[in-house]
């Protein structure tokens, strides 16, 4: 160490200590000395210290104030959104070329100041690297360059919001902002309370490298409720947040209703597998589980999972690298207690401890700890607390330990260590996560597209697929209606019972035909045996009786569905392809029966119905054409080694149709979601029921496996609350009213869920060949997986 003669590099090498970095905050104290420590708003490209706020304080790592930060009020979000809706305006209008030409200037400027940058990040804790912003402003001005080459059937949005919680750091922030000014949007920033600083500064540095005024505005304060009164701003399209999931979830419930679409990131405190094989270099493992579990600064929580065979070497490995380590801080008092309550409740199921020293008695320092011998249903695994806790759970076989790392109810990221290619890569498509870094760990660049799984989030960010969460189809208005939630009572939404069926003395020429509903492979009645009377088009006469499906008939579906899933999607693209062919087949073989079924439902003229079939048919062949797109690429990183980005299916897919195009609509979303790999259970329109419950003679005479198509009829509401609580289906697509978006919005949180949302059912582009709508429901059907393997 400096200034020390007896120690050797073998000490310090065997000790493991982080050296003195001998870098000091002079320059970021001069910074906040230029804001008298007082950080107002920045908004319409300046800063504002509006008088009479209340204010938060910011502490360092030592518990000493850094700075107040204002929260900011109506008034200032008024201003804020008027700044933004302007500022959108300017920024536009501008070429390509001209938005690509002030990220890359801004990219400069952080060079210039870097030094700045950090010592402000440092400070106030969320610690970024200067270099990685750089990369991020390099890859997106190339984006916002290419644009209109690459996207020329998308537009930006508008407003877009930014929410970040107060222990997310600086990059997931960046990573947000950027790729919206890319694509053309303007920005409301709402920072937590670590990266208000950070964003402040780096706000200011964009507008000398030539942003518009208004384009990016942040404004500070309690992140949930600021977050919720500037998405309740019908100037504001979009709002997508990234952080914790407490804090995510809040916003979420606070949002519903509002007709803004939100997106969820929780990229803070996820539970993620660190899975040691036997064929790995046990030496560079141990030294990656150390430098990943122990770092000062850490946004998720390892989980140390080894094969038994390699067990004793690794826990010998890891007590002599932790022997001399020192003690990490902890943010807060209330974190110790909670990881000395974890400690002792692993200790009392029996775990046992490895610590380089036994933990203070007093102050937030805590040493480093390993876990050893604890149960995958340990709190300390599924839901450790913030802190220098690695448990450690052993397995056998290799597929138990992708079994292992897939328990965590988080679907964040892993990290695997062998040396053997083939069980890398089958480890890496197998685990369901959003990153996986073979034989390293924390590798990120904005090149890899990467989706939440299971509870780790709703969108996917990087790469060119995460850039369509900031843009719409040019020729598709807006999916939801700015509203003003609705009063509802989220326990008695769709619980409202069909209106029974009684005779009547009213002669009919044709008796009403009673139809079935299509669950596990099989036409069969309804759980609850009920029917609902679906009306002539004149209204005056019943057409036919529809199965009345409810909660138990979901559960059926899903159950099947989740069973067949798994083996579709292994299935081969040309597999899936010819299954897609064969339905189209199909349909085109039961065409009048299909033509006459629309018109007969919805009083269209046999010609009009018709052409309806023939589009529907057309549209299954667009979807087995394009299952062999879209699989996948090897983006080019500026790192040493080799990246995969792989498309996945969501899983079990949930639909709701609308009334338009009952069954062009049908077939067009159906169509999208086998062709990724997905299962589906749907629900037709409660309108229009009778065009989709008969084209499941079609579905029973393809190829298709029993169970991965599932039509029920019935409330549509009912069947809604029914999808919204099962926890395997993994995504919603809605078409409805805005009392059923705001139901979906509060309620798919836990886990979440990924959602499409239509407060409007009509959409004109059903029968028009809209390149923008294909791609809009490839996308919806799709999530990302990106895999990092690094090189010498």
């Known amino acids: 160490?400096?200034?020390?003669?007896?120690?050797?590099?073998?000490?310090?090498?065997?000790?493991?200590?982080?050296?003195?970095?001998?870098?000091?905050?002079?320059?970021?104290?001069?910074?906040l000395e230029s804001r008298s420590r007082a950080l107002g708003l920045f908004v319409d490209g300046r800063f504002l210290l509006p008088a009479d706020r209340q204010t938060r304080t910011l502490t360092d790592a030592k518990g000493d104030s850094v700075c107040s930060v204002i929260?900011?009020?109506?008034?200032?979000v008024s201003q804020g959104v008027t700044s933004a809706a302007s500022g959108f305006r300017s920024w536009s209008a501008l070429s390509c070329h001209q938005r690509a030409k002030v990220l890359l200037k801004w990219a400069g400027a952080l060079g210039q100041y870097s030094q700045c940058v950090v010592e402000v990040s440092d400070l106030s804790q969320a610690s970024c690297s200067p270099a990685s912003l750089v990369r991020l402003a390099q890859y997106y001005s190339s984006w916002a360059q290419l644009r209109d080459t690459l996207l020329p059937q998308w537009s930006p949005l508008g407003v877009v919001e930014v929410v970040v919680s107060d222990d997310c750091p600086l990059y997931s922030l960046m990573l947000k902002v950027l790729p919206a000014l890319a694509m053309g949007n303007s920005v409301i920033v709402v920072p937590g309370l670590s990266t208000a600083p950070s964003a402040l500064l780096l706000a200011q540095l964009l507008t000398e490298a030539g942003l518009p005024a208004g384009v990016l505005n942040v404004l500070t304060g309690s992140v949930v409720n600021l977050g919720a009164t500037v998405a309740g701003?019908?100037?504001?399209?979009?709002?997508?947040?990234?952080?914790?999931?407490?804090?995510?979830?809040?916003?979420?419930?606070?949002?519903?209703?509002?007709?803004?679409?939100?997106?969820?990131?929780?990229?803070?405190?996820?539970?993620?597998?660190?899975?040691?094989?036997?064929?790995?270099?046990?030496?560079?493992?141990?030294?990656?589980?150390?430098?990943?579990?122990?770092?000062?600064?850490?946004?998720?929580?390892?989980?140390?999972?080894?094969?038994?065979?390699?067990?004793?070497?690794?826990?010998?490995?890891?007590?002599?690298?932790?022997?001399?380590?020192?003690?990490?801080?902890?943010?807060?008092?209330?974190?110790?207690?909670?990881?000395?309550?974890?400690?002792?409740?692993?200790?009392?199921?029996?775990?046992?401890?490895?610590?380089?020293?036994?933990?203070?008695?007093?102050?937030?320092?805590y040493p480093a700890t390993v876990l050893c011998g604890v149960a995958p249903s340990s709190p300390c695994v599924t839901s450790p607390p913030p802190g220098p806790l690695l448990p450690l759970m052993s397995f056998r076989s290799n597929t138990e330990g992708v079994t292992l790392g897939n328990h965590s109810p988080h679907g964040h990221a892993a990290s695997i260590w062998t040396e053997d290619l083939t069980l890398a890569l089958e480890a890496a498509k197998s685990l369901s996560v959003g990153s996986v870094w073979v034989n390293s760990h924390s590798v990120c660049d904005p090149s890899l597209p990467t989706s939440g799984h299971k509870d780790s989030g709703t969108c996917t960010d990087g790469g060119q697929e995460g850039l369509y969460q900031f843009l719409q189809p040019s020729s598709s208005p807006p999916s939801l209606t700015r509203s003003s939630p609705a009063s509802l009572d989220y326990d008695k939404f769709g619980s409202a019972g069909s209106p029974a069926i009684v005779p009547t003395a009213r002669c009919v020429c044709v008796a009403p035909k009673f139809y079935q509903q299509f669950v596990g492979g099989k036409s069969c009645k309804s759980e609850s045996g009920g029917s609902v009377a679906v009306q002539a088009p004149d209204g005056t006469s019943v057409l036919a009786y529809c199965p009345d499906g409810g909660r138990k008939d979901?559960?059926?579906?899903?159950?099947a569905a989740s069973k067949v899933q798994p083996g579709?999607?292994?299935?081969?693209?040309?597999?899936?392809?010819?299954?897609?062919?064969?339905?189209?087949?199909?349909?085109?073989?039961?065409?009048?029966?299909?033509?006459a079924s629309i018109s007969a439902q919805t009083g269209l003229s046999l010609d009009e119905a018709d052409q309806e079939v023939e589009l529907s048919v057309g549209r299954l062949t667009d979807w087995a054409a394009r299952c062999a797109q879209g699989q996948g690429s090897a983006p080019a990183v500026p790192q040493a080694g080799t990246a995969l980005s792989l498309p996945q299916a969501m899983g079990v897919v949930g639909v709701v149709?609308?009334?338009?195009?009952?069954?062009?609509?049908?077939?067009?979303l159906l169509g999208?979601?086998?062709?990724?790999?997905?299962?589906?259970?749907?629900?037709?329109?409660?309108?229009?029921?009778?065009?989709?419950?008969?084209?499941?003679?079609?579905?029973?005479?393809?190829?298709?496996?029993?169970?991965?198509?599932?039509?029920?009829?019935?409330?549509?509401?009912?069947?809604?609350?029914?999808?919204?609580?099962?926890?395997?289906?993994?995504?919603?697509?809605?078409?409805?009213?805005?009392?059923?978006?705001?139901?979906?919005?509060?309620?798919?949180?836990?886990?979440f869920k990924a959602l499409w949302l239509h407060s409007h059912e009509e959409d004109a582009r059903w029968a028009q060949p809209s390149t923008s709508l294909l791609e809009e429901t490839w996308h919806n059907a799709t999530q990302w997986k990106s895999v990092w393997i690094p090189t010498a």
């Open 1 to 31: 160490m400096a200034g020390s003669t007896s120690r050797t590099v073998h000490d310090i090498f065997q000790s493991m200590e982080y050296g003195p970095t001998g870098a000091s905050a002079a320059t970021a104290q001069a910074w």
């Open 71 to 76: 929260c900011a009020v109506e008034q200032d």
């Open 233 to 365: 701003n019908p100037t504001v399209n979009s709002v997508t947040y990234s952080g914790n999931k407490q804090d995510g979830v809040a916003l979420c419930k606070t949002t519903a209703g509002a007709g803004v679409a939100v997106s969820v990131s929780p990229v803070v405190g996820a539970s993620c597998p660190f899975i040691i094989f036997e064929s790995a270099d046990i030496d560079s493992a141990v030294d990656g589980a150390i430098e990943a579990a122990f770092k000062k600064r850490k946004e998720i929580q390892w989980v140390l999972c080894v094969q038994e065979s390699v067990l004793d070497s690794v826990v010998a490995r890891l007590k002599l690298r932790m022997a001399g380590l020192k003690c990490v801080a902890l943010p807060s008092e209330a974190d110790r207690s909670l990881v000395e309550a974890a400690v002792q409740g692993a200790q009392q199921q029996g775990a046992t401890l490895i610590q380089a020293c036994g933990p203070p008695a007093t102050g937030l320092q």
């Open 554 to 559: 979901v559960r059926n579906a899903v159950e």
């Open 568 to 595: 579709w999607m292994k299935k081969g693209p040309s597999a899936r392809a010819q299954s897609l062919y064969s339905l189209a087949k199909g349909l085109e073989a039961k065409r009048q029966e299909m033509a």
């Open 657 to 668: 149709l609308p009334d338009n195009k009952p069954l062009l609509s049908l077939v067009t």
């Open 672 to 751: 999208a979601a086998i062709a990724k790999g997905n299962a589906v259970v749907m629900v037709p329109s409660q309108r229009y029921p009778v065009p989709a419950l008969t084209f499941i003679q079609v579905v029973q005479a393809s190829d298709l496996p029993a169970g991965l198509v599932n039509i029920i009829s019935g409330a549509r509401d009912q069947l809604t609350v029914a999808l919204a609580n099962h926890n395997v289906i993994k995504a919603i697509w809605y078409w409805g009213s805005p009392e059923g978006c705001q139901y979906l919005q509060h309620t798919c949180t836990g886990p």
